[in-house]
Each structure stands twice: as C-alpha cells, then as structure tokens.
C-alpha cells in the first residue's frame, strides 16, 4: 500500500464534506482528487453551494463515497463563478473533513480534518492548509461605514454597538454621533461598554445635547494635542484610545437616560475589523 506525501487517508465508503459558515450569501465550489491503492483516479467535486449569511455551520456535501481505500492527494475549494457574494477575507471560513456519512453539525465519528482556513476572493484553500480562525489566522473583514445607522424605538434610546453572533471585531478607530430631534429637552448620553453578562468595564462622562444638537463621541490612537480642529459640532469628546478586541456578547452601549425622544438617532463610523469564529 503506498503512501504519498501531504496525503490524507481515506477508506472504503468514506466522504468528504466541506462545512461553511458565512457572514453573507456567496457560491462556493471546489474539487478533491483522490488516489485509490490500485493507482486509478477520482475527483470528488462539491456542487456549487450557496451559503446563507447565517454565521452558522453549513455542510456542502461533494455526495460521493469511496469505492475503496485510498489517498486524498489534493483539493481547491473556491468562491463560483456568479458567485452573489463575493467575501473578504474574515467573511467566510471553511474546513474540509473525512469521515461517515453528512450527520447535521459535521460528519460522524471518525472524522479527519484535512484543511480550515478562509476562503475569500482571490484566495482558494488548498489541502493541508489551516489556518485557526479569528484574529490570529491574520487580517479580518473591514466593515462598511455606517457601521450603524438607527432611531430610537420608544422614549427610552438605547442602542448597543458590538460584533454580531459567532464573530469578534477589533476596533481601531470609531465616530459616534448622537443626533438630537427637535424634541424639547436635554438628553443624557451614558457611553458604557459591557462584557458578555452585562456588567461594565469602562464609561464615559455623560453628554448633554439639547434639541437638535448633535453630539459626536471620537475615538482614535492619535494623540489629542497633535489633532488637528474637525467639522465644528455642538459638542465633541475625543478619546485617545489604542485599537481594542469586542468579543460576541461585548457592546459600546449608548443610552439617552434621560428619555427624552423617540425620534434620536445615532450614526456610527469608524475602521472595524470583523472575524467569524468557531
């Protein structure tokens, strides 16, 4: 029985199935080539499957069993032609396994990994590659500005700013403007950031915008004396801070206290970066 190099054992009736997790709708395809123990070939090919922007694991089966023991020597996995997304790296991550029939969560016991990394465009996974999701495996996925764009529902104005369910972002740098209505009254903006149960890590000194007045939080690495003078507002806070991880579960959490209008609203924009995990 000979082996090869950067090959994967597979056995007679094994599968392979890649499971995908996404953060939008894209096409993913690819192929698996597989070297028998008798030297004959096979290519075990994954249909062009659409995810769902779920960040939730997907199986895109390849529906095909080994008809006797072998290698799996070398695979591509990639984003289709027609593709409706087409994902940054940090969007959509893969892993590649064998194993029993497709069981909903993964395979069934028994299984091997045989890669896991992102797939994003202009880069396809290749066997034996693996790269540990989140910020270690490198650069994630910049979000699009407004970062968050919303009005008050009710008096009460609360609007919490994080990393959506299986994901983790850092951020470098943020705007936060906080648009008073023509309501009559003074707000009380409370800026608090909150871990995964609720409890406070750090505040803000509370803003008092009046109506229609706008009031802009900003937050970046450069030193408050070396700015130079922005647009002028009716109030600022700046905030040198260093670029910080928000895991899932952690917000910046904006509350008017004060409850005055449920016609505010706040706009974020800022460098944001965004990684699925696990």
Not at 21 to 29: K, N, R
Not at 169 to 174: D, F, G, N, S
Request: aromatic share 8%; charged share 20%; hydrophobic share 40%.
């Amino acid at each position: 029985m000979p082996g090869y190099p950067g090959g994967y054992r597979i056995i007679e009736s094994e599968t392979i199935a890649v499971l995908v997790q996404s953060s939008l709708a894209m096409d993913i395809t690819g192929d698996f080539r597989i070297i028998y123990d008798d030297g004959k070939t096979e290519l075990f090919h994954v249909t062009t499957f659409r995810t769902a922007a779920l960040r939730e694991v997907q199986i895109a089966p390849t529906n095909r069993t080994a008809k006797k023991n072998g290698w799996v020597v070398g695979c591509v996995l990639g984003i289709a032609a027609g593709s409706p997304g087409s994902p940054k790296r940090g969007q959509t991550y893969v892993r590649a396994e064998i194993g029993g029939l497709e069981q909903p969560g993964g395979l069934s016991a028994g299984t091997q990994i045989i890669l896991a990394d992102y797939c994003y465009n202009g880069y396809s996974p290749t066997l034996g590659v693996f790269h540990e999701p989140g910020p270690g495996g490198g650069e994630g996925n910049f979000l699009l500005n407004p970062i968050i764009n919303a009005e008050a529902t009710g008096a009460d104005f609360l609007v919490d700013l994080g990393p959506p369910t299986n994901t983790i972002w850092k951020v470098h740098e943020l705007k936060i403007k906080y648009k008073a209505s023509a309501g009559v009254g003074t707000r009380s903006i409370a800026t608090t950031r909150l871990d995964e149960d609720g409890v406070g890590i750090w505040s803000l000194a509370a803003m008092a915008p009046t109506a229609s007045q706008d009031a802009d939080i900003y937050m970046t690495d450069i030193l408050i004396a070396e700015r130079g003078s922005i647009a002028p507002v009716d109030i600022a806070m700046e905030i040198q801070t260093r670029p910080f991880m928000l895991p899932e579960g952690h917000v910046i959490r904006l509350e008017d206290t004060a409850d005055i209008s449920a016609t505010d609203a706040v706009s974020v924009f800022g460098v944001v970066e965004e990684w699925l995990v696990i």
